[in-house]
């Protein structure tokens, strides 16, 4: 069965992992399609704003641009009154108010056809010759009075990289007669690229379309100036790509940064540019997914911590289990010795089945040797009733079996006597003929001996000894219960009947509740019919003590119910280790819990109850939780049916939760039954009267 249990724990292991693995992947890939959805949302959000401030950049200059065509179409209408000679100064100074009105412009002159400027705002100007300027060049080989000629950036005199605007003059024949320029004012347009800035890492240029870099935003030294048209550069791929706009994530040819950069085409219809002006305006993706990367690290090492807590959590709880699991199998074991031993004591007789009680004691103990003696009434004398072969061969010398000696003799078993408890010795020197050893003894070097007692006084006791490492509480524990069950049948001997009632109750309901490792109510049912039988027959007191924990559903609500796990197992624990090893443990249901105490009146038991209420209330259950339970005690009235039982406890048990909770209640009953613990109308402790 164990075998089975431990392939099923395996398999139920498993699935837990593959869930757990199947649970982290699918919140992994919820994560990374979060993480990539934002990444590809910034990315498109930070393209359309790039394209915006292209386009704000774009209709500023637009607007400049038309105001300084219509300007240059102007002056060409005024020409023939400007040329008259009487009006060359008018003409300047015409020029230099025009100038000053526009804050685009810094400059404004004309030539004549052979390109002497006639007349400027600035009066250094007049009488230069600038026929091999592009700006007079170009115009001059391709004439049209509609266009308007943008020249390629040039340093002017001030080393500032400039452009000019131009517009031919007509002759009345329609031939070339000259230009009309503006050059623009660089300041304006500085203006114009500082107003989208909007981000540190933000660069805009103005470029020609030839390729040649007008302007920067901020300014960085070796760019003005720079020719972008060269093969591969992005520049290059926005002309070739004939579109007006475009978005490029790539590395930049003029600065060799990987940027993200928008460029935008302006050449209005209206216009009619030569050259077009591009503007390009970029960042840095590294800045612009910057918060998306912090936000991937955080998910990142979020998900990375719930790995490694779930991983964590799903071990500890199958540690925590698998511990549950073993010692349920352990528990389960001992009731099936038990069950084992009820059946053999049906066909053998008592010797024998002490034989066979010891062997069993010997294994699950892993002791080569083991004894037992009964112990007289007086408590003075032992008598060996049964023992292993291994102690009969290396270390009995008598004849075994009727061996009688005083307590004095006894060794460890006298101390075990004397304390009332287990005594476990891990450290004998094993020399022969020690001192303390009983009669016809060889020393042996670790032993444990355990009390049987009865009615306040030790019938018997079971030794066992030379273990291969040391004794523990937790053999003390198991041996001491198996030497109590082996007394117990053996005393029960004495009705078959009942034997055979007891039998048939373990055969069909010996079960251990999974969660808290104690008996479970099938199993309750079933020994309270014996133990009341027991009661009868021996004509000794039998009580019961009902509890439940108050506002258990405020656990499980505010912590969960793996706390709630946790409080039941721990109340468990904390009673088990204050009650008697024959007193009857059980869950009752739900976070209800039920003690059967043979031998103990009313009184008794109340104060045991109070023992346990004041354990539990004083006992820390993790992160400063407090628990507290209410207690109903009742004892059995002989003739009652064992539901009448039952329901007498719960009435008191209700009686405690209504009066405040945290106490313990005594049913009423129908005659006194201790002077100085009950009434006869009410049952109650004076020392529970005051509860929390």
């Known amino acids: 069965m164990s075998k089975t249990l431990d392939r099923s724990s395996q398999y139920r ?3 837990h992992w593959l869930a757990l693995s199947v649970a982290l992947t699918l ?106 300027r592009q700006f007079f060049d170009e115009p001059r080989r391709h004439p049209d009075p509609d266009t308007l000629y943008i020249s390629p950036p040039f340093k002017s005199v001030l080393n500032r990289y400039v452009f000019d605007l131009t517009k031919i003059i007509p002759a009345p024949d329609g031939s070339f007669n000259g230009i009309v320029t503006a050059g623009v004012d660089p300041d304006y347009f500085e203006t114009i ?4 800035l909007y981000a540190p890492d933000m660069w805009n240029t103005i470029n020609h379309g030839d390729g040649l870099r007008f302007m920067t935003m901020p300014y960085r030294e070796g760019q003005v100036g720079k020719n972008l048209a060269v093969p591969g550069s992005l520049f290059t791929r926005h002309k070739e790509s004939g579109k007006p706009e475009n978005i490029f994530t790539d590395t930049a040819y003029a600065t060799g ?21 591009v503007i390009i305006i970029s960042r840095s993706p590294d800045a612009v997914l910057e918060s998306w990367k912090n936000e991937a ?35 389960e074991a001992m009731v099936q010795i038990r069950y084992e031993l009820l059946e053999y004591a049906t066909m053998h007789t008592v010797d024998e089945l002490l034989q066979y009680g010891l062997d ?12 037992y003696h009964f112990v007289d009434p007086d408590q003075q004398a032992l008598t060996l009733q ?27 078993w006298a101390e075990c006597i004397q304390t009332r408890a287990p005594a476990i010795h891990n450290d004998y020197a094993g020399l022969p003929n020690k001192k303390g050893l009983p009669p016809g003894h060889a020393p042996v070097m670790r032993e444990l001996v355990v009390p049987v007692i009865r009615d306040e006084r030790i019938v018997a006791v079971l030794g066992v000894g030379n273990k291969e490492s040391d004794y523990t509480l937790k053999d003390a524990e198991e ?88 409080v039941l197992q721990k109340i468990a624990e904390l009673i088990s280790g204050r009650i008697r090893n024959y007193d009857i443990f059980s869950r009752w249901g739900g976070e209800e819990f039920v003690i059967m105490a043979p031998k103990n009146d009313v009184c008794k038991a109340a104060e045991l109850a109070e023992i346990l209420r004041e354990a539990i209330e004083q006992f820390d259950f993790g992160n400063g939780l407090k628990i507290t339970v209410s207690f109903g005690v009742t004892q059995y009235w002989y003739g009652e049916e064992p539901e009448e039982f039952v329901a007498r406890a719960d009435t008191a048990l209700y009686q405690a939760k209504h009066k405040g909770r945290n106490r313990v209640e005594i049913a009423e009953q129908p005659v006194v039954l201790s002077k100085n613990c009950v009434t006869e109308e009410l049952v109650r402790l004076p020392l529970l009267e005051a509860s929390s």
């Open 360 to 371: 069993e004691v010997c294994r699950i103990s892993d002791s080569p040797i083991g004894f």
């Open 297 to 331: 690290i955080f998910q990142g090492l979020l998900f990375l911590v719930a790995c490694i807590g779930s991983s964590i959590g799903l071990f500890l709880l199958h540690r925590r289990q698998s511990l549950f699991e073993k010692q349920a199998q352990r528990a």
């Open 27 to 132: 919140l992994g890939c919820i994560v990374a399609y979060n993480l990539v959805s934002m990444r590809q949302r910034i990315i498109s959000q930070e393209h359309q704003r790039l394209t915006n401030q292209a386009r704000v950049i774009d209709k500023n200059i637009e607007r400049q641009l038309t105001a300084t065509s219509l300007t240059l179409e102007g002056i060409i209408d005024d020409l023939p009154e400007l040329h008259r000679p009487q009006n060359h100064a008018q003409a300047n100074k015409r020029l230099s108010v025009l100038a000053d009105a526009m804050p685009g412009v810094r400059t404004l002159f004309y030539t004549d056809a052979k390109g002497t400027i006639l007349a400027s705002n600035r009066q250094e100007l007049i009488g230069r010759n600038v026929t091999t």
């Open 193 to 196: 690229l500082a107003s989208t």
């Open 386 to 412: 049964a023992w292993s072969t291994r102690t009969l061969q290396e270390f009995c010398r008598a004849e075994g079996h009727g061996m009688h000696y005083g307590v004095e003799q006894a060794g460890v």
């Open 479 to 566: 041996v001491l219960y198996l030497a109590d069950v082996t007394w117990e049948i053996i005393d029960s001997r004495r009705s078959q009947e009942e034997l055979k009632q007891a039998n048939e109750l373990l055969a069909n309901h010996a079960r251990i509740d999974y969660l808290t490792g104690i008996y479970n109510r099938r199993m309750f049912d079933g020994l309270m019919t014996a133990e009341i039988a027991r009661s009868y027959r021996y004509n000794s007191s039998l009580s019961l003590i009902m509890m439940d924990i108050d506002h258990f559903k405020q656990v499980n609500d505010t912590l969960g119910h793996a706390a709630g796990d946790h």
């Open 13 to 15: 292991m498993r699935q």
């Open 257 to 277: 940064e990987y940027r993200m950069v928008a460029l935008l085409t302006l050449q209005p219809k209206e216009l009619k540019m030569d050259k077009p002006l």
